[in-house]
């Protein structure tokens, strides 16, 4: 089946650093999305991706389609503790409900103040 | 206001004992699903439903039955509950064309 390789798998760094994290699949993805999880809640979606090559922020956050929609990246800039979490990748075929999410294994970030 | 709503948040019960958990989602939203996170923390689809219809089955134990009432509820039974059944259950909801997936807050469901 599908699978993400998401790296690095944690990551521990100061406050006020930027961070990178990635995705890459095995195989092509249309639309690729970013959820962060805080410990003992659900993923929440941050940011959401449908065009190759297409790069979007959130605020402090940015990430991009790769060109070849086998990849996507996740940037958080100036890092604050607020920002510890598990950061998952996910990737589906199309969007909607007939198309399953897959899900990358997650990247736990730790972040000293 | 709660958007996707699951209970219980913790079960704690014994091996070979059948349990449910329930979900409820306000949004509108006409796919919901359910998804198993394990110790390592990796996220997997296990059903999904469009209109109370079945549209995704995960090769999951037939142990397992979701049932859904309604488009707005997705409860998941689980029969003779094994140790490896240990994980948190997120139910999650969208719209059918729709691109954001909302996830429950997890049940966190331990067998001993």
């Known amino acids: 089946g599908q699978q993400l390789n998401q790296s690095p798998q944690s990551m521990f760094i100061q406050e006020g650093e930027d961070v990178s994290m990635n995705c890459t699949s095995s195989?092509?993805?249309?639309?690729w999305l970013w959820y962060k999880q805080d410990p003992g809640e659900g993923p929440v979606l941050l940011i959401a991706?449908?065009?190759?090559?297409e790069l979007t922020s959130n605020g402090r956050l940015t990430a991009q389609f790769g060109i070849t929609r086998k990849d996507s990246f996740l940037n958080i800039s100036a890092s604050i503790p607020s920002d510890v979490g598990i950061y998952f990748c996910a990737g589906q075929l199309s969007p909607g409900g007939s198309e399953k999410l897959v899900f990358g294994k997650g990247t736990k970030l730790t972040v000293n103040p | 206001d709660t958007a996707v709503s699951q209970t219980p948040k913790y079960l704690v019960t014994q091996m070979g004992n059948d349990k449910s958990i329930k979900c409820e989602q306000n949004?509108?939203?006409?796919?919901m699903y359910w998804y198993k996170q394990d110790s390592k923390k990796f996220l997997k689809i296990m059903f999904s439903?469009?209109?109370?219809?079945?549209?995704i089955n995960e090769t999951v134990p037939n142990r397992f039955s979701p049932k859904s009432p309604d488009k707005a509820h997705l409860n998941l039974h689980i029969n003779s509950l094994e140790l490896g059944d240990s994980a948190v259950y997120f139910c999650?909801?969208?719209?059918?064309?729709?691109?954001?997936?909302?996830f429950g807050e997890g049940s966190w469901l331990t067998v001993v």
């Open positions: 991706l449908y065009k190759a090559g």
């Open positions: 999650a909801s969208n719209d059918w064309s729709g691109n954001t997936i909302y």
């Open positions: 439903y469009n209109n109370k219809e079945l549209i």
């Open positions: 195989s092509i993805f249309n639309t």
């Open positions: 949004l509108g939203h006409d796919t």
